[in-house]
């Protein structure tokens, strides 16, 4: 069974860092695409950044671009999002997120909370 588990969320002042982690176990994920999501309260989930797990291809969000960045370990079966130069905007419950086809996303973590103060 596919579990996705996220960590590394807390309360960081504005200009700050973070490091997601997701751990993902339950199969194979060479030929995965993984992706962090981030929903902030009365909004809707919103996409931040995906790669493709073991490639070198990314994609960010426009928001995020050029603070953010995703990276995957195959050794550690982990993807990263570096989150750097951290906005309240920013603030949100971040997902992590696995699919191995095209369309939507199959499968989703519990969510890490990241609060960034003014």
């Known amino acids: 069974q596919v579990h996705l588990v996220e960590s590394g969320g807390g309360l960081v002042q504005a200009g700050g860092s973070l490091r997601l982690s997701c751990a993902a176990s339950?199969?194979?994920?060479?030929?995965?695409?993984m992706g962090w999501f981030r929903q902030a309260p009365g909004k809707e989930r919103e996409f931040v950044a995906s790669?493709?797990?073991?490639?070198?291809?990314?994609y960010y969000a426009d928001s995020v671009k050029g603070r953010f960045t995703i990276s995957s370990d195959n050794a550690k079966n982990t993807v990263n999002l570096q989150m750097n130069n951290l906005k309240p905007e920013d603030t949100a419950v971040y997902y992590c997120?696995?699919?191995?086809?095209?369309?939507?996303?199959?499968?989703w973590g519990q969510g890490t909370q990241v609060t960034v103060s003014s």
């Open positions: 790669i493709r797990w073991g490639g070198v291809s990314t």
């Open positions: 339950g199969r194979t994920f060479s030929n995965a695409d």
């Open positions: 997120a696995a699919k191995w086809t095209a369309g939507t996303y199959d499968y």
